[in-house]
């Protein structure tokens, strides 16, 4: 075997040699691409009890937050504005009592008005439950949806959290995190 046939150059090899060359100096002088920013985290609301009316300015349009209210609590749902932000898959919910419409799974059974929640069925009243559960360890709770002003708690100074298996009720009853208003 003659070792000059072992470093023969051929018109593969010269393809190949100007390919590489071009990728290392492609690589060698490439400029950095600034990385997009990241999006705006906004700061936890501070823990506040809501009426409808002052729930629907977190809507995602008329304040950057997207609230909304479900089995009577208040979810801080901004981090998830890709479902529940304006014009998306669930976007009809922000700013409303979201029960009745997860419930049923019908988003057009949300309302801007008070609801009760009569008339939901105990499967229905499950599956806003089921969505709940979901809710308080992922987003933020910000306080509880009431009927009226003098229904509303005092938090302090206390910002949103996510509460977890933490009642809402043993917050705003327990020690001086909070108490309820006397009105």
Same mark, same amino acid.
């Given at each position: 075997m003659d070792l000059s046939s072992w470093f023969e150059f051929t018109m593969y090899d010269a393809v190949f040699l100007v390919v590489v060359l071009g990728f290392f100096?492609?690589?060698l002088t490439r400029s950095e691409q600034?990385?997009?920013?990241?999006p705006k985290e906004l700061a936890p609301l501070p823990m506040s009890d809501m009426t409808v009316e002052e729930l629907r300015k977190? &809507?995602?349009v008329k304040n !950057?937050?997207?609230?909304?209210?479900?089995?009577?609590?208040?979810? &801080?749902v901004t981090r998830g504005k890709g479902f529940y932000g304006p014009g998306k898959a669930y976007g009809t919910l922000a700013g409303h009592d979201a029960t009745?419409?997860?419930?049923?799974?019908?988003?057009n059974a949300v309302s801007s008005e008070w609801d009760d929640h009569t008339g939901i069925s105990a499967d229905e009243q499950e599956t806003a439950n089921e969505w709940e559960t979901q809710f308080?360890?992922?987003?933020?709770?910000?306080?509880?949806?009431?009927? /009226?002003?003098s229904e509303k708690a005092?938090?302090? /100074?206390?910002?949103?959290?996510v509460r977890g298996a933490e009642s809402l009720d043993s917050i705003?009853?327990?020690? &001086? !995190?909070?108490?309820?208003? &006397?009105?």
């Open positions: 100096f492609y690589w600034p990385l997009p920013a990241p977190y &809507d995602g !950057e937050h997207i609230l909304f209210g479900l089995n009577g609590t208040i979810y &801080d009745r419409a997860l419930g049923t799974m019908d988003q308080k360890f992922k987003y933020l709770t910000v306080g509880r949806l009431v009927k /009226n002003s005092d938090y302090g /100074n206390r910002k949103s959290f705003i009853n327990g020690g &001086d !995190e909070g108490t309820k208003k &006397d009105n």
